[in-house]
């Protein structure tokens, strides 16, 4: 089958939807299907391959907050001269075009955007251009993809239920994520102790609770914390971090190499997720792929993978008090440690492999490549 996955993103992936994308295409590929990765670029039309899949990074002047629909029109100019190429569109939101087809489309929708712009604080200049870009383009184009596809997929129950509530999407089938077992996997482990925190530093991502969580942990327990992504926030986590006088406890890593990453999540005496917001993240998927116990908030698909005290702890979003105990359990037993460790890889073999999820998006594929949809 020859598929389009429609993004917004870059690639190569540097964050949770991209490395979705990626992983899924080379599963696919593997699998003997033909992948064209069609996003944004720069100024210019730009084409590689990247193992067998093609990547088109199509132009994106920075025009906000209109550069996403100007985006979709060059999309759509593209898409009308490749169509025939295709089998099937499947698109990846937020923020991603709607491609005026009548091929088959399968619309994965990894956050419902409405829950996403609750968790945008405060008026800086950034922060009003994110609010903005959400609130005008983001919600409007999840129901347009809603809309235009055949079959729609979400990554976990908690957004399936947002899509039902806030679009009337009551037939969003559960995919999920996946993770690399192979890749990501448990190595013996160093002597270093530290906290490790993989993600966007961004609103919803909380960041900000684990440093007040860390100023209390440090004083019990001789560890840092490893502050690992990129994003608007980092200069406002520095100055926090400077008020909160713990310089010498946090360590702000910046986007790592995928190697460098995992070697982060094998090493980490604990993993931990303080999120506003969640779909299913996949940087969580990969530290229990990677044997890190890990400590995570009760939003998303968290609670779909974590089972409270046995593959890893959950405490209530916005709760440093509760993140910082959560910690100081995880630091404190060793037995405990190994215990969630040994159960966290176990959980992502079990059900969050990408040879699993492939599989179901293939029966979605089957599904909607029996539809006939006329253009709307």
Known sequence: MNIAMVQSTPYPPEEGIGNYVSNLSHE??????????????????????????????????????????LHGVLVNRYFDRVADQFDLVHSHTPLAPVIRTDLPQVATVHTSIVEDIKHVHGWSPRETMSRVTYSVSSRRLVANQIDAADRITTVSERVSGE?????????????????????????????????????????????????????????????????????????????????LGIEDDIEFSG????????????????????????GLPTVLLEAMACGAPVVATTVGGCPEVIEDGENGLLVSPKDPPALSNAIDTILSDTELRTRMSRNARQTILDR????????????????????TRAVQ
């Open 28 to 69: 696919l590929t593997d699998r003997g299907h033909s992948i064209t990765v069609i996003t944004r670029g720069g100024l210019r039309r730009d084409e590689v391959w990247d193992d067998g899949i093609k990547i088109v990074r199509l132009p994106c002047p920075p025009v906000y907050p209109f550069h996403v629909d």
């Open 255 to 278: 986007y790592v190499s995928r190697a460098r990453q995992i070697s982060l999540y094998q090493n980490s005496t604990a993993f931990a997720l303080p999120s506003h917001y969640e």
């Open 163 to 243: 899509l039902a509530e806030h679009y009337g999407a009551d037939d969003a089938t559960v995919v999920g994520n996946g993770v690399d077992a192979d890749q990501f996997q448990p190595s013996t482990g160093s002597d270093e102790r530290y906290v490790l925190f993989v993600g966007r530093l961004d609103y919803p991502k909380g960041v900000p609770d684990l440093l007040e969580a860390a100023k209390s942990v440090v004083k019990n327990h001789d560890v840092k914390f490893v502050i690992t992504g990129k994003g608007p926030q980092r200069e406002q986590l520095e100055q926090q971090v400077k008020r």
């Open 352 to 371: 969050y492999t990408w040879d699993e999820i492939t599989d179901r998006f293939e029966r979605e594929y089957r599904l909607a490549t029996g539809v």
